[in-house]
């Protein structure tokens, strides 16, 4: 279960006179909001009150918490390592790297889940060649747990398919970012998780970022993917600022190493090779 607090004085500080009618008889009352029930110890017309300014505060206002995936993947205290493969632009070789790096630790003795993060478009499950008959749409719309959709495939890897076509799940709400966030929980016998995620700076993207241990932002030379891949990183670095991200790049169709480097070096330094532009 996902517990997140607000302190009385972080409401305050954040919403001042809306909340301080409710918000008197419970001064230095540390506020825990579990799926948004009430605690035992709060009036009715109180939380009622309060509940809107809670919400949001908890969902990205003053501390900036989220629903985090990666709090709540473990299982009797073994770490699971989440991994998260993004990138600015489309069509820079996100998935295949994500299929390749799940291949590759598999082939090194680990439990391996690749989930298909690209919600909304994806296409993981193209290369590697099986037809889900379940997807991430039916865990959000609470018709299967996550547990019940993921795959074996004969790459020796678990797949979790995400949805190809539908809007929907590539826009959803807090609520159900925290049921999707919750049903990670099932995940836990694995070693490491790899997310695909969707290209550009989408709510989810971001979620599924701040959710990671480690995450690659994937470019190639294309001065159009070296200029997104910029942003996105700007983007990550200054938008998730509730904890410290494992941020690398990973510069793809390169013919040398010392091309990568330099494609490297000018997305690191920006645009005028001030390292203040990140």
Same mark, same amino acid.
């Not at 925290?178 to 016998?189: D, I, M, P, R, V």
């Not at 070296?226 to 169709?253: C, F, H, M, P, S």
């Given at each position: 279960?996902?517990?997140?607090? +607000?302190?009385?004085?972080?409401?305050? +500080?954040?919403?001042? #006179?809306?909340?301080?009618? @409710?918000?008197?008889?419970?001064?230095?009352?540390?506020?825990? !909001?579990?799926?948004?029930? $009430? =605690?035992?110890?709060?009036?009715?017309? @109180?939380?009622?009150?309060?509940?809107?300014?809670?919400?949001?505060?908890?969902?990205?206002?003053?501390?900036g918490?989220? =629903?985090?995936?990666?709090?709540?993947?473990?299982?009797?205290?073994?770490?699971?390592?989440i991994? !998260?493969?993004?990138?600015? $632009?489309?069509?820079?070789?996100k998935?295949?790297?994500?299929?390749?790096? !799940?291949?590759?630790?598999?082939?090194?003795?680990?439990?391996?889940?690749?989930?298909?993060?690209?919600?909304?478009?994806?296409?993981?499950?193209?290369?590697?060649?099986?037809? =889900?008959?379940?997807?991430?749409?039916?865990?959000?719309n609470?018709? $299967?747990?996550?547990?019940? *959709? *993921?795959?074996d495939?004969e790459?020796?890897?678990?797949?979790?398919?995400?949805?190809?076509?539908f809007?929907?799940?590539?826009?959803?709400?807090?609520?159900?970012?925290?049921?999707?966030?919750?049903?990670?929980? &099932?995940?836990?016998? !694995?070693?490491?998780? *790899?997310?695909?995620?969707? +290209?550009?700076? @989408?709510?989810?993207?971001?979620?599924?970022?701040?959710?990671?241990?480690?995450?690659?932002v994937?470019?190639?030379?294309?001065?159009?993917?070296?200029?997104?891949?910029?942003?996105?990183?700007? *983007?990550?670095?200054?938008?998730?600022?509730?904890?410290?991200? #494992?941020?690398?790049?990973?510069?793809?169709?390169?013919?040398? +190493?010392?091309?990568?480097?330099?494609?490297?070096?000018r997305?690191? &330094?920006?645009?005028n090779? &001030?390292?203040?532009?990140?």
């Amino acid at each position: 279960t996902v517990m997140k607090t +607000a302190r009385y004085e972080d409401l305050i +500080a954040a919403y001042e #006179n809306p909340l301080e009618h @409710a918000c008197d008889m419970h001064q230095g009352q540390v506020f825990v !909001a579990n799926g948004w029930e $009430k =605690p035992e110890n709060f009036c009715d017309s @109180a939380w009622e009150t309060m509940l809107p300014f809670i919400k949001e505060l908890l969902q990205g206002g003053v501390t900036g918490a989220t =629903p985090n995936v990666s709090e709540t993947v473990s299982n009797n205290g073994h770490k699971t390592r989440i991994i !998260a493969i993004t990138s600015g $632009k489309g069509g820079v070789g996100k998935t295949n790297i994500s299929v390749n790096m !799940a291949i590759a630790y598999a082939q090194l003795g680990k439990k391996v889940i690749l989930i298909d993060g690209d919600l909304g478009m994806a296409n993981v499950n193209v290369l590697m060649n099986v037809v =889900p008959q379940y997807n991430l749409m039916h865990v959000i719309n609470k018709k $299967k747990t996550m547990k019940e *959709i *993921i795959l074996d495939t004969e790459f020796g890897i678990k797949f979790i398919a995400g949805a190809n076509g539908f809007s929907k799940i590539a826009n959803l709400n807090v609520e159900e970012l925290e049921y999707f966030a919750k049903q990670f929980s &099932t995940l836990g016998n !694995a070693d490491i998780i *790899i997310i695909d995620t969707g +290209a550009g700076i @989408a709510n989810n993207v971001l979620q599924f970022v701040a959710a990671a241990d480690e995450v690659y932002v994937v470019t190639t030379p294309e001065p159009t993917a070296i200029t997104d891949a910029y942003g996105i990183i700007k *983007i990550i670095t200054t938008e998730i600022v509730d904890r410290q991200v #494992n941020l690398k790049l990973l510069v793809n169709r390169v013919h040398s +190493a010392d091309e990568g480097r330099r494609i490297a070096d000018r997305i690191i &330094t920006g645009k005028n090779n &001030t390292e203040e532009e990140i």
